[in-house]
């Protein structure tokens, strides 16, 4: 940590060792594809054949509906959530 000063204060490092830092890198487009595809592929399973085909369209809709919407949005965690607010959303309108 850094010197006080500057709105920094300096934090015990006993503190510090209670936290753990990872370094993610932002996952292909091909891998976040079949993530959320096998969710929702995994809910509509006990449906018909119908729905079970439209299931990569879907997906592949609301990743393009990501990336124009929120193109400002650089950081993984912001795609993870609409991602998953988007999957359970069509989980439950099929339930």
């Known amino acids: 940590m850094g010197k006080p000063?500057?709105?920094?204060?300096?934090?015990?490092?006993?503190?510090i060792s209670l936290f753990s830092v990872f370094n993610m890198t932002f996952p292909a487009d091909e891998s976040l594809y079949k993530i959320y595809n096998s969710i929702l592929m995994?809910?509509?399973?006990?449906?018909?054949?119908?729905?079970?085909?439209i299931v990569p369209q879907i997906t592949k809709m609301t990743m393009d509906l990501y990336r124009q919407a929120f193109r400002f949005a650089l950081y993984f965690d912001y795609l993870v959530l609409f991602m998953s607010k988007i999957s359970d959303f069509l989980i439950r309108m099929i339930d």
């Not at 709105?7 to 006993?14: L, Q």
């Not at 995994?42 to 085909?53: A, C, D, N, S, Y």
Request: aromatic letters at 8%; a negative charge.
């Open 5 to 15: 000063g500057g709105g920094r204060n300096d934090v015990d490092p006993r503190f």
């Open 42 to 53: 995994g809910h509509v399973q006990p449906f018909v054949t119908e729905i079970r085909e």
